[in-house]
């Protein structure tokens, strides 16, 4: 069965640092992707997506992530983060049929001055 | 961008009570929308899926009695909550998926910002 994992619950930084979210998937057949940030509160907003072509992909906020096919990995990252940063942020991959999103178990980000 | 607006964004209701919930659409249509719940620290489940013009796909385990899911334009799905109880109270999500004739933008979901039901 097709799976996400998000290795790391919580990411703590400080401000001005980078950070990378972790993201691994499975599966077999071809991979949609997507990274979305939760707000408090708030329904989910869509970062950036993987849905073929060029394996480095940038989103809103200042946010990528590099696709990689033999490590089967989606890894979010921002060079320097800010407070306003703070937030749950989900990886997701459809499924083999196209219809459902698979998210995984969320990751929080807690920017500290 | 595609929006999706969620009514209401609070509801407080007494035991044994029904819920509705929209979810709309506002600059696309939308032949499939999606409802989601979410535990308090915890990611998504999907739901139900809610498809214009037919009965909902409902996940396994979740009764479709209690959670009534209408879908009858292409921008507005209703579920309902029937009957609720203080075990119902959650978090609710609803994504609507771009309707286009291109296939990339088929499999984009797009979400409101949610419904907190508390129910007493």
């Known amino acids: 069965a097709q799976s996400v994992t998000q290795l790391d619950s919580q990411v703590p930084v400080f401000e001005e640092a980078p950070v990378e979210l972790r993201c691994n998937y499975s599966s077999s057949v071809s991979v949609y992707l997507f990274w979305y940030v939760q707000y408090p509160n708030q329904g989910l907003q869509l970062l950036l997506k993987y849905l073929s072509g060029s394996t480095l992909v940038k989103g809103i906020n200042g946010f990528e992530a590099e696709f990689n096919k033999s490590q089967t990995s989606f890894h979010l990252r921002k060079p320097s983060v800010h407070i306003s940063d703070t937030a749950e942020y989900f990886c997701?991959?459809?499924?083999?049929?196209?219809?459902?999103?698979?998210f995984g178990a969320g990751t929080r980000l807690a920017v500290h001055p | 961008g595609a929006v999706v607006s969620q009514h209401p964004s609070r509801v407080i209701c007494k035991s044994g009570t029904s819920v509705k919930i929209e979810c709309r659409s506002l600059?696309?249509?939308?032949?499939?929308m999606f409802w989601y719940r979410q535990f308090p620290k915890k990611s998504l489940m999907l739901m139900a899926t809610?498809?214009?013009?037919?009965?909902?796909?409902?996940e396994q385990g979740v009764e479709k009695d209690k959670f009534l899911i209408n879908h009858a334009s292409l921008t507005l799905s209703t579920l309902t909550v029937t009957s609720a109880h203080p075990e119902d109270s959650s978090f609710y999500i609803c994504?609507?998926?771009?309707?286009?004739?291109?296939?990339?933008?088929?499999?984009?979901?797009?979400f409101g910002a949610g419904t907190r039901l508390s129910v007493l």
């Open positions: 809610s498809n214009e013009g037919s009965k909902a796909t409902y």
């Open positions: 994504s609507a998926r771009v309707l286009e004739p291109q296939r990339e933008a088929l499999n984009i979901q797009y």
């Open positions: 997701a991959s459809l499924s083999g049929g196209y219809n459902k999103l698979i």
């Open positions: 600059d696309f249509q939308a032949t499939t």
